[in-house]
């Protein structure tokens, strides 16, 4: 069965360290994509990331930088420098091809508290 | 600016009553989701729409109902079936299923 696992439920680090969020995924499927959203406290989600299975090439945009890992079944991601306004609830989501509706898997997300 | 626009952002249901939440986007976007998130959880699907006059249950559509006669336009009621509706509600599009979900501020819905 798919499933999502973001194991730390909370991190607080201090505002300029670097922040890892950890995204284990399980899934039978050759075909899929994994996503990332932003929660901030306002409540809207905002897409980050999306990343299909065939693409093992790391991602960095600006501060942001994402680890896909097909052997250990990982997309873990990387704020660098971080700022207060990082803080937020983040979530690491799955699709697969072989769903023709393409649901997204949601994992339960790791609430990121940066302190000034 | 394009967007989905959720309205209430506060709700407020008495015992046996029907609610109804708003989802409005003009992102042209053809397919439209409802989520709902319980604190320290994540999202769950409840109804999703691939086309207009079309949408497929979710997870928890139970209680739940939904329509969608507008392109822009994805409303959804909380009915009294739903014994436990209190939840933070996301309205979601994308131009079609797979594609990434652009979301809207959310409802916050309460029993009184």
């Known amino acids: 069965a798919q499933k999502v696992t973001q194991a730390q439920t909370e991190i607080s680090v201090v505002e300029k360290e670097d922040v890892t969020l950890d995204c284990v995924y399980e899934t039978r499927d050759t075909t899929y994509y994994l996503f990332w959203y932003k929660q901030p406290p306002s409540g809207e989600l905002v897409f980050l990331i999306r990343r299909n299975s065939f693409d093992e090439q790391n991602e960095i945009s600006g501060r942001y930088s994402w680890n896909f890992q097909k052997s250990t079944s990982s997309f873990n991601f990387t704020i660098t420098a971080s700022q207060v306004v990082d803080s937020a609830v983040y979530f690491c989501a799955l699709s697969e091809a072989r769903d023709s509706n393409y649901q997204l898997i949601w994992g339960a997300g790791t609430k990121l508290i940066i302190k000034p | 600016d394009g967007g989905i626009t959720q309205s209430p952002k506060y709700l407020f249901r008495k015992e046996g009553q029907n609610v109804t939440l708003s989802c409005e986007q003009n992102?042209?976007?053809?397919?439209m989701y409802w989520y709902r998130q319980d604190p320290g959880q994540g999202l769950r699907l409840i109804y999703y729409s691939q086309i207009v006059n079309d949408f497929q249950k979710g997870d928890i559509a139970e209680g739940y109902s939904v329509s969608r006669e507008k392109k822009e336009s994805f409303p959804l009621t909380v009915t009294s079936a739903q014994k436990n509706p209190t939840a933070f509600y996301l309205c979601?599009?994308?131009?079609?299923?797979?594609?990434?979900?652009?979301f809207g501020d959310g409802t916050r819905l309460s029993i009184l």
């Open positions: 992102l042209n976007h053809d397919a």
């Open positions: 979601a599009s994308s131009i079609s299923l797979g594609q990434p979900q652009h």
